[in-house]
């Protein structure tokens, strides 16, 4: 490589939650078991996420690109692409001058982002990019951060991938402060989605899924933690933007 990079060890691995044993039974088995919970409701996702979202996802998404200077004409890598909603708002602002590549470990997630229309879509993780050294203007993730084995790892490999100068932005949910908005939003998101959810799509894997997704919320590291770990893998101008105390957009400059 270009240029040096702190190594991530098991004694400096940051995980972004602890073992979930509802779900899982350890770390080794955790990959396989999340994969399989997202390839069985790919076919549902979007519903979920629009109606989670009372439709107003797609707006904050694209409005979180533009504010962090996503561009025409701009190389654009989005980790744990899913279904595509960032990879496909990125090729809308880049045009047909940049380029977009949708990276996810979901064989089924990868499937609807094509049918939804992202151009270019490959299997990967974020911990172990398939690409070479400084190859991308920005690298994007959309609410997958908590799907990441080790913080350190992704970090550092999310900064090999980039050109000097280059951005990373991450889009995560994470749980208020207040112990009474946590308590209502708990309430809502493993509760009353995976309910409806149940009802209207008749998936039981993709209710499954849905009480998975907040409990990787409630159980992941604070915000802080992820400021640090990526001001320790050699970001610069590392930082959390909290919108609304819920949406955090994490960015550094490599």
């Given amino acids: 490589m270009k240029e040096s990079l702190k190594s991530s060890s098991e ?31 790919a076919e549902h996702y979007d519903w ?10 797609g707006w904050y998404r694209k409005q979180a690109l533009l ?14 692409a899913g279904t595509g909603e ?15 590549i949708a990276l996810d470990p979901s064989k089924g997630m990868l499937t609807q982002a094509k049918t939804n229309g992202v151009n270019v879509a490959t ?21 997958a951060l908590r799907h990441v084995a080790d913080l350190n790892k992704t970090f550092n490999e999310y900064r090999r991938v980039l050109k000097p100068g280059g951005k990373v932005l991450l889009l995560e949910i994470s749980r208020p402060d207040s112990a009474i908005q946590t308590r209502l939003l708990k309430a809502y998101m493993k509760g009353i989605v995976p309910l409806a959810t149940r009802i209207f799509r008749r998936s039981a894997d993709a209710q499954e899924l849905m009480r998975y997704y907040w409990d990787t919320i ?10 640090e770990a990526l001001q320790a893998t050699g970001w610069k101008a590392s930082k959390r933007h909290a919108v609304m105390g819920i949406f955090s957009e994490y960015t550094g400059i490599k």
Wanted: net charge negative.
């Fill in 123 to 143: 299997m990967g993780l974020g911990e172990a990019l398939p690409f070479p050294d400084d190859t991308f203007d920005m690298l994007t993730m959309g609410f």
């Fill in 11 to 41: 004694n400096d691995r940051i995980a972004p939650h602890p073992v979930l044993s509802d779900y899982y039974e350890d770390e080794q088995s955790r990959r396989k078991r999340v994969d399989d919970m997202f390839d069985s409701s």
């Fill in 67 to 80: 504010r962090n200077g996503l561009k025409s004409g701009m190389n654009i890598l989005d980790v744990g």
């Fill in 48 to 57: 979920i996420c629009n109606v989670m979202s009372f439709g107003s996802g």
């Fill in 86 to 100: 960032v990879s496909l708002l990125s090729q809308e602002i880049v045009g047909q001058n940049g380029s977009v």
């Fill in 218 to 227: 409630e159980h992941c590291v604070p915000p802080n933690t992820i400021v």
